[in-house]
């Protein structure tokens, strides 16, 4: 399993007025491992989709204290906040072996295509992946599965996937001269 | 990008609170079945699947080898009641949904649900010991 804080990770501080897709998009391409480490107390605006190179990693700053225990599980109560700056349809794209950890995240929005309204897309995560002390939440879609254009998609807090989602109905489509699409055949799962 | 040759990995969901999502509050999914594993553990799961209903935790066409495996997470409020939903497409040309392994949770009055298709003793699905 990948760790949170592997030593061969470089870490990066993320300035706290910093539009961070840009900054971590410019610089995730490096060769070498790194770990975007962004400030405490700070919500983030997110006005690009943060995509993460194989093997990076990207983390809050870790509370004080104890978290909190609800029951068997954790609530890790973390301060860093990305929020959803540009109706987004996901704040972070994952690209296998990357590590997201102590961070608040929410907004995302269903945009009308596969994957869409998951805070954290992990569908192209090919190898490890893991998501560890987040707080995920208000992910949404706008339509919801009756809609033919929303079949085949999710509004998730996490979404791992290796293929394409499948909704709770699968359909058989048709496109009109404006790209809407119509449900001819419903088949249920 | 995964490729067949890949496909050998994991993916970890550990201590998040995953809150009022739209639809799961984590969906896990496959289109192959080798040597993957999907592992949710000490997570708060609670009021997920308002705009469709999946439950907290999705399982979905996950064959995966060792298992999928959701223990020690604490559920409540999700529409349906549903926990942790395990369900398969029924499709020839996906994987069919097994080995999966759910003990250890508190439930706060959710359920685990298993779609058509998917059998606890054929396919291998576990379920035990929460409350």
């Given at each position: 399993m990948v760790a949170a804080q592997d030593p061969r990770r470089e870490v990066v501080p993320v300035p706290a007025t910093t539009d961070i897709a840009n900054f971590v998009n410019s610089k995730s391409p490096d060769s070498k491992r790194q770990v975007f480490q962004l400030a405490a107390n700070i919500t983030?605006?997110?006005?690009?989709?943060?995509?993460?190179?194989?093997?990076d990693a990207l983390s809050g700053a870790v509370p004080s204290g104890t978290p909190r225990m609800v029951g068997p599980a954790t609530d890790p109560d973390p301060t860093t906040k990305l929020v959803n700056g540009a109706a987004l349809e996901s704040l972070i794209g994952l690209r296998g072996d990357n590590a997201i950890t102590w961070l608040d995240m929410s907004g995302a929005d269903y945009k009308g295509q596969q994957g869409t309204g998951s805070a954290i897309s992990a569908g192209s995560g090919n190898d490890n992946t893991l998501i560890q002390f987040n707080r995920i939440h208000d992910n949404e879609i706008d339509h919801n599965t009756t809609e033919s254009a929303a079949l085949g998609s999710i509004g998730?807090?996490?979404?791992?996937?290796?293929?394409?989602?499948?909704?709770?109905?699968?359909?058989?489509?048709?496109?009109?001269?404006?790209?809407?699409?119509?449900?001819?055949?419903?088949?249920?799962? | 990008m995964l490729t067949k040759d890949t496909a050998v990995g994991s993916f970890n969901v550990h201590h998040n609170y995953l809150l009022h999502n739209g639809r799961a509050g984590v969906r896990h999914e496959r289109?192959?079945?080798?040597?993957?594993?999907?592992?949710?553990?000490?997570?708060?799961?609670?009021?997920?699947?308002w705009e469709s209903v999946r439950?907290?935790?999705?399982?979905?066409?996950?064959?995966?080898?060792?298992?999928?495996?959701?223990?020690?997470?604490s559920f409540s409020g999700n529409a349906g009641n549903l926990?942790?939903?395990i369900t398969d497409n029924g499709r020839s040309d996906r994987p069919d949904t097994k080995n999966v392994t759910v003990e250890n949770n508190t439930m706060g009055g959710n359920i685990v649900k298993l779609g058509s298709g998917v059998s606890a003793s054929a396919d291998n699905i576990v379920i035990r010991n929460s409350n």
């Open positions: 983030y605006r997110v006005n690009a989709l943060i995509i993460l190179r194989a093997g998730s807090g996490v979404k791992g996937i290796y293929e394409y989602e499948a909704g709770a109905i699968t359909c058989m489509i048709t496109l009109d001269m404006a790209s809407r699409a119509t449900c001819l055949r419903r088949i249920p799962l | 289109n192959e079945c080798s040597g993957a594993e999907f592992i949710a553990v000490g997570n708060v799961i609670q009021n997920n699947g439950g907290g935790v999705s399982i979905h066409d996950a064959c995966d080898d060792p298992r999928s495996y959701v223990a020690n997470n926990a942790v939903r």
